[in-house]
């Protein structure tokens, strides 16, 4: 026959082959682990959810992520299983990694998918070219939990120990461009995570605040060079179920959702903004900065995230504008420390310079720091500001700053703290709106150290009753 023939049949031959291969591998798999169930038919998605389809694909019986020179990928991409949240569980999957460069990959457990399908939350993660070749990470979160050669530790207070793992040390011996098989267990707080059938790291996390006792499960794509990410033969074994009773979110509730329309902009902060109409930046993106925590302090609402900011800001952009007469400003937070010395949110570029700023410092005429709001319109410049002793330091506020185009005003909680007379329109600036730092010639300075929860901004004037119910529940 011609060569092009052969050719063709030959490769058909391979292909059914593969097929067959795969199609055997998968039932023996099943037959002799009988607990596992397969989540991977190897020849379709349809049980789990992609961010943007473009980057998947199944392809000789593997789920295969993709990324090229033509179809470039600046923010990780993620794969959800359609099946829940998993609490319990054993997951035995097969996966290799190739790319150019080091590149890194892994997929997430026991995770929070955010509203713009980014995920956050436990990692089995891996990156060519290193030491550690794979970890137990936190992504978004307090990133190194684990690396591989690792037995690590959280306490009640998040203080993390780590001894060596004697049978994990040295080199690897695995290659992430092969094909290789990770076994990892999740019971209680305790993660293991086996490659080829071989401890490789451990963690007890038993943070109250920042372990997570359940969430979705997740292949990963990271973003950067051209990248091939792929698994197969994913099985899964659920001793204990996911709690479905899960409660709602006290913020999205039906009755306060309706303070927000006609919002500027509604950012719920334990997300990072992920997902909102207007985009919010958090700068830098690594390190300082820990997602997805739960609040601690008096005033802290039951079942809720925080986002807890350490040198790490948010950036609105500079187009936010509000009308020429009216404002409001929301923002909710802690002070762990009390001290109450930083930017909080605002469009500044210095003193004299401000569309609007809520701050805090301590002002003089007053023993400590204060909290302030301040504003410039065609009639000047005015602020409004209250006496930190006033209320508990170190305890989760509600702060809003409103002008109704005759009076500048403050409220804390709910209730209104000072005032000041102030007409005229107000003047805008080109600054970026920053959440937790401000503008000072140019530079971010005045850095907030603590937790932050949900913030908006109105283009007019809550009433007194609208800034009341923005109080989280127990206020």
């Known amino acids: ?269 334990d997300a990072g903004g992920h997902g909102a109409q207007t985009t919010l930046r958090l700068v830098p993106e690594f390190y300082q900065f820990e997602l997805n925590v739960r609040p601690a302090g008096t005033g802290a609402a039951p079942d809720a995230k925080v986002t807890v900011l350490d040198g790490a800001y948010f950036d609105a952009g500079q187009e936010l504008q509000a009308p020429a007469d009216q404002l409001t400003v929301y923002l909710r937070l802690r002070d762990p420390a009390g001290r109450w010395n930083s930017a909080l949110v605002g469009k500044r570029a210095r003193p004299d310079h401000a569309y609007f700023n809520l701050f805090s410092t301590d002002l003089p005429g007053t023993p400590g720091p204060d909290i302030a709001f301040e504003i410039r319109t065609t009639q000047g410049f005015a602020q409004a500001s209250f006496p930190v002793s006033n209320i508990d330091a170190r305890a989760w506020h509600n702060l809003v700053g409103r002008y109704d185009g005759r009076t500048l005003a403050i409220f804390c909680d709910g209730r209104l703290m000072a005032s000041q007379p102030i007409t005229g329109s107000l003047i805008p600036n080109s600054e970026p709106l920053l959440i937790g730092a401000e503008t000072q010639d140019g530079k971010k300075v005045r850095h907030f150290r603590g937790e932050v929860d949900e913030a908006a901004i109105w283009p007019r004037a809550l009433t007194n009753t609208e800034i009341a119910a923005l109080a989280a529940p127990g206020q």
């Open 1 to 269: 026959m011609p060569t092009y023939a052969r050719s063709r049949t030959t490769a058909a031959l391979a292909a059914l082959f593969v097929s067959v291969g795969v199609s055997i591998s998968t039932s023996i798999t099943a037959a002799a682990e009988p607990e596992f169930q397969s989540l991977f038919d190897g020849r379709s998605l349809s049980e789990w959810l992609p961010g943007n389809p473009a980057y998947w694909e199944v392809k000789d019986g593997a789920i295969v992520g993709r990324i090229t020179k033509e179809r470039p990928c600046t923010t990780n991409q993620y794969l959800v299983w359609r099946g829940g949240e998993l609490a319990d569980f054993e997951l035995k999957l097969e996966a290799r990694l190739n790319g150019e460069g080091g590149i890194n990959g892994g997929f997430q457990f026991r995770s929070r998918l955010l509203p713009d399908h980014d995920v956050c939350g436990y990692q089995m993660d891996n990156n060519l070219r290193t030491e550690w070749l794979v970890r137990l990470y936190d992504e978004y979160g307090r990133h190194d939990l684990a690396l591989r050669g690792e037995r690590a530790w959280f306490d009640v207070n998040g203080v993390r120990t780590a001894q060596p793992l004697e049978s994990a040390r040295g080199p690897a011996h695995f290659r992430l461009e092969d094909w290789h098989e990770y076994h990892l267990t999740c019971l209680g707080p305790k993660i293991t995570l086996r490659v080829n059938g071989e401890l490789v790291a451990e963690v007890e996390d038993n943070d109250p605040r920042r372990a997570e006792p359940q969430g979705v499960l997740a292949l990963q794509l990271h973003s950067g060079p051209p990248t091939v990410a792929e698994f197969r033969n994913i099985r899964l074994k659920i001793p204990k179920p996911a709690n479905t009773n899960t409660v709602a979110d006290w913020r999205t509730r039906e009755a306060r959702r309706k303070l927000f329309d006609g919002a500027l902009a509604w950012w719920l902060l």
